[in-house]
Nanobody, 114 residues
Framework: VQLQASGGGLVQPGGSLRLSCAASGINFSIATMAWYRQAPGKQRDVVASIISSGITNYTDSVKGRFTISRDNSRRTVYLRMNNLKPEDTAVYYC?????????WGQGTQVTVSS
């Protein structure tokens, strides 16, 4: 199983970014995919998740600003982040729980700063 994340970067407050995560080695269309983030000195927490039917879930701090989506034909999950705030600064990780194991992407840095 491999998860290849991309799309992070430096953005000003109020800006937008889109993260992508391409998956291989799993039956992507039935997998629940998620994005987590970890800020310096803090634990890794879930940001958003999407199940096979497309139903989504978000942590309260990003509701209305972030959108998780999936493209099964591309085996890719996305995280669109709008109205970014300095407190969104973190390393973002793509995640899947597959065949009783957790798998993580390599992480992509998102920095929100003026």
């Amino acid at each position: 199983v491999q998860l290849q994340a991309s799309g992070g970067g430096l953005v000003q407050p109020g800006g937008s970014l889109r993260l992508s995560c391409a998956a291989s080695g799993i039956n992507f269309s039935i997998a629940t995919m998620a994005w987590y983030r970890q800020a310096p000195g803090k634990q890794r927490d879930v940001v958003a998740s999407i199940i096979s039917s497309g139903i989504t879930n978000y942590t309260d701090s990003v509701k209305g600003r972030f959108t998780i989506s999936r493209d099964n034909s591309r085996r890719t999950v996305y995280l669109r982040m709008n109205n970014l705030k300095p407190e969104d600064t973190a390393v973002y990780y793509c995640h899947v729980f597959w065949m009783i194991r957790n798998y993580w992407g390599q992480g992509t840095q998102v920095t929100v700063s003026s």
